[in-house]
């Protein structure tokens, strides 16, 4: 069974820090590229962050990017999302999930259209 969990959110205050985890279990961690999708109250789930295991690709919407480092443990089966310069617009609930296609834009848009379950995710929630 394909299992993702997600901790490490939390209350910060506007250019605070926060570094989210997703342990992977289930499937060969390895063959797939992990994405982070985050989903903020009244708003639609978007793909934000992935990284590819084979090549270490890394992609990053332009909302996050230079902001946000995504890296990945494989020994751990885990993927990480470092969150810094925290913005009142980063409030939402924050899910993994393995991709069915490359890491990437249209990989991270893809897979938001095929997955039907998720983890619990976990709250974000920065303050102004």
């Known amino acids: 069974e394909v299992q993702l969990v997600e901790s490490g959110g939390g209350l910060v205050q506007a250019g605070g820090s926060l570094r989210l985890s997703c342990v992977a279990s289930g499937f060969t961690f390895d063959d797939y590229a992990i994405g982070w999708f985050r989903q903020a109250p009244g708003k639609e789930r978007e793909g934000i962050s992935c990284i590819s295991q084979r090549d270490d690709k890394r992609y990053y919407v332009d909302s996050v990017k230079g902001r946000f480092t995504i890296s990945s443990d494989n020994a751990k089966n885990t993927v990480y999302l470092q969150l810094n310069s925290l913005e009142p617009e980063d409030t939402a609930v924050y899910y993994c999930?393995?991709?069915?296609?490359?890491?990437?834009?249209?990989?991270?848009?893809?897979?938001?259209?095929?997955?039907?379950?998720w983890g619990q995710g976990t709250q974000v929630t920065v303050s102004s």
């Open positions: 999930a393995p991709l069915s296609r490359i890491c990437g834009d249209y990989g991270l848009k893809y897979s938001l259209r095929r997955i039907t379950s």
